[in-house]
């Protein structure tokens, strides 16, 4: 059985951040106890459109979505890790990465890393700023 090999499309657009998740908590958990953190609905519909233009292929990665159209947000929930390797290989410690895209209105942004901080089966939630990662990894998220 061979490795498979994912190619990642480099298009530039930055106007989202990173939070980064430690947990031991399996994905649908972690987006169960997200949501009801933040009181929004990631859900999986749609990521694969969401997310399949940055591979060559299928999204290979679990992910969820949640889109606010009143306040012109957006997150994506992505399970960093499978079995063919790492979503961001940079970072190898966050279990989860939470992209945030916002409007500057959107009520969200300044307490999401704090009430994640909160839940027990989170062990950490810090910010990730895209621009510094290891090896350049730029994402579109549209």
Request: glycine residues 4%; negative net charge; hydrophobic residues 35%.
């Amino acid at each position: 059985m061979g490795i498979s090999k994912y190619k990642i499309k480099v298009d530039y657009q930055h106007d989202y951040y990173g939070v980064g998740i430690s947990t031991s908590a399996n994905a649908h958990r972690t987006c169960y106890l997200i949501n009801k953190a933040l009181k929004i609905q990631l859900t999986r519909n749609d990521v694969e459109e969401e997310l399949g233009h940055i591979y060559e292929s299928d999204f290979p990665f679990i992910a969820y979505k949640y889109e606010s159209e009143e306040y012109r947000f957006k997150l994506l929930l992505i399970k960093n890790k499978n079995e063919e390797g790492y979503f961001m290989k940079s970072c190898k410690e966050a279990d989860f990465l939470l992209l945030v895209k916002e409007h500057e209105d959107a009520p969200i942004n300044s307490d999401i890393i704090a009430n994640l901080n909160k839940l027990d089966l989170i062990q950490l939630a810090y910010f990730i700023d895209l621009n510094k990662l290891k090896g350049g990894l730029k994402l579109s998220i549209e």
